[in-house]
C-alpha cells in the first residue's frame, strides 16, 4: 500500500475548526483515502473515506486534492471529546481478495484546548 | 451486544505460558481482522479472516501465534510460549464487506501483559 505522511501532533482550541492534513504523493488511482481516529483507551473508530470527490458526514469532512496526493480531515468544531489519534490511511479498491487489510502508521496526535 | 466484542479485557500471564484471545464480531460480518498495538504505535495488522478461512495472514510474527474461526463467526487468537515482547494491546475489528468500500468496526482490545 502507498504511504501516507501526517504531523506527529497537533493543537486547537475547543469550539474552532481543525484542519488535519495528510501527504500522499504515491497515491494510485484506485486507492481510497481512509481516515480512522483513536480515542485514548479504546480501538480505531471510522470517521470517514473517499476516492476522489470531497465528502462530508456526520463525523467530518474530507476535501481531497485535485492531484489527490493530499488530503485534509476537516472538524468544523472541535470538542474535548475529538482528543484523539487520527490516521490516514490509504487502501487499494480494486477487487484482491485477500488483500484487505488497513495499514495504520503512527497517525496525529491531537489536543484540544479548552 | 451491539458491537465488536473481545475477552478478555485484560491478561497478565508469565512468560512461556499459553494465552487466548477472543473475539466476537457484529453478528453478520463476514471479515474478521487481528490487529496488535504497541505503546505509541498504531496498530500492526495480523491476520484476515474472510468467513471461515484465513486469507491474509501475512502480519502473524511467528509460528507462536494462530487464530482460528471455525464457524466463521467467533475467532481466537492463540499465543503459544509468550515471551514478554508480545505484551501489547490486542484489537479485533470485523466488517460487513471488504473493507475497499467499507469500514471496520474494532473493538475496545485486550490488554496482554507477559511477565
Known amino acids: 500500500d502507498a504511504k501516507t505522511t501526517q504531523p506527529n501532533s497537533m493543537e486547537s482550541n475547543e469550539e474552532e475548526p481543525v484542519h488535519l492534513p495528510c501527504n500522499h504523493s504515491t497515491i494510485s488511482g484506485t486507492d481510497y483515502i481512509h481516515w480512522y481516529r483513536q480515542l485514548p483507551s479504546q480501538g480505531p473508530e471510522y470517521v470517514i473515506h473517499?476516492?476522489?470527490s470531497n465528502v462530508n458526514n456526520r463525523m467530518a469532512s474530507l476535501a481531497i486534492a485535485e492531484d489527490r496526493k493530499s488530503s485534509t480531515l476537516i472538524l468544523h468544531r472541535a470538542t474535548l471529546r475529538d482528543a484523539a489519534v487520527y490516521y490516514c490511511?490509504?487502501?487499494?479498491?480494486?477487487?484482491?481478495?485477500?488483500?484487505?487489510?488497513?495499514?495504520f502508521g503512527t497517525g496525529t496526535r491531537l489536543t484540544i484546548i479548552p | 451486544g451491539a458491537g465488536v466484542s473481545q475477552t478478555p479485557s485484560n491478561k497478565v500471564t508469565e512468560k512461556g505460558k499459553y494465552v487466548e484471545l477472543r473475539c466476537d464480531p457484529i453478528?453478520?460480518?463476514?471479515?474478521l481482522y487481528w490487529y496488535r498495538q504497541s505503546l505509541g504505535q498504531g496498530p500492526e495488522f495480523l491476520i484476515y479472516?474472510?468467513?471461515?478461512?484465513?486469507?491474509?495472514d501475512s502480519g502473524l510474527p511467528n509460528d507462536r501465534f494462530f487464530a482460528v474461526r471455525p464457524e466463521g463467526s467467533v475467532s481466537t487468537l492463540k499465543i503459544q510460549r509468550t515471551e514478554r515482547g508480545d505484551s501489547a494491546v490486542y484489537l479485533c475489528a470485523s466488517s460487513l464487506i471488504p473493507v475497499r468500500g467499507g469500514e471496520l468496526f474494532f473493538g475496545e482490545g485486550s490488554r496482554l501483559t507477559v511477565l
Open positions: 453478528s453478520g460480518h463476514t471479515a
Open positions: 473517499g476516492l476522489t
Open positions: 490511511i490509504l487502501r487499494d479498491s480494486r477487487s484482491n481478495f485477500g488483500n484487505e487489510k488497513l495499514t
Open positions: 479472516f474472510q468467513g471461515t478461512g484465513a486469507a491474509d
